[in-house]
């Protein structure tokens, strides 16, 4: 069983900035794609940033320009740069990873709490 492990989060004021970062002990990490979800009390999870395994990278219309997702394959590690956060922004974010080289299979983080607020 793959383990996702986030942290990283909090809160902090309307144009701050925030890193976030999920690690986890799959020796397979470059056969998985893996992505940044967010979902807000009431509203559905939505994409935020994915890489796949490849380093193709994609990002949600709303963090375009503001959000930086990067991976580390040496240390099997994701990581989300955010920047200009906004009070929508806050949302409970959670590391993806899925393995598309060989079975497909999926995997979630816990989840780790982002809260831009004055």
């Known amino acids: 069983q793959v383990q996702l492990v986030e942290s990283g989060g909090g809160s902090v004021q309307p144009g701050g900035s925030l890193r976030l970062s999920c690690a986890t002990s799959?020796?397979?990490?470059?056969?998985?794609?893996v992505a940044w979800y967010r979902q807000a009390p009431g509203k559905e999870r939505e994409l935020v940033a994915r890489?796949?395994?490849?380093?193709?990278?994609q990002y949600g219309d709303s963090v375009k320009g503001r959000f930086t997702i990067s991976r580390d394959n040496s240390k099997s590690t994701v990581g989300l740069q955010m920047s200009s956060l906004k009070p929508e922004d806050t949302a409970m974010y959670y590391c993806?990873?899925?393995?598309?080289?060989?079975?497909?299979?999926?995997?979630w983080g816990q989840g780790t709490q982002v809260t831009v607020s004055s």
């Open positions: 890489v796949n395994r490849m380093g193709g990278i």
């Open positions: 799959e020796i397979n990490y470059i056969f998985y794609d």
């Open positions: 993806n990873a899925v393995r598309t080289l060989g079975a497909r299979t999926e995997y």
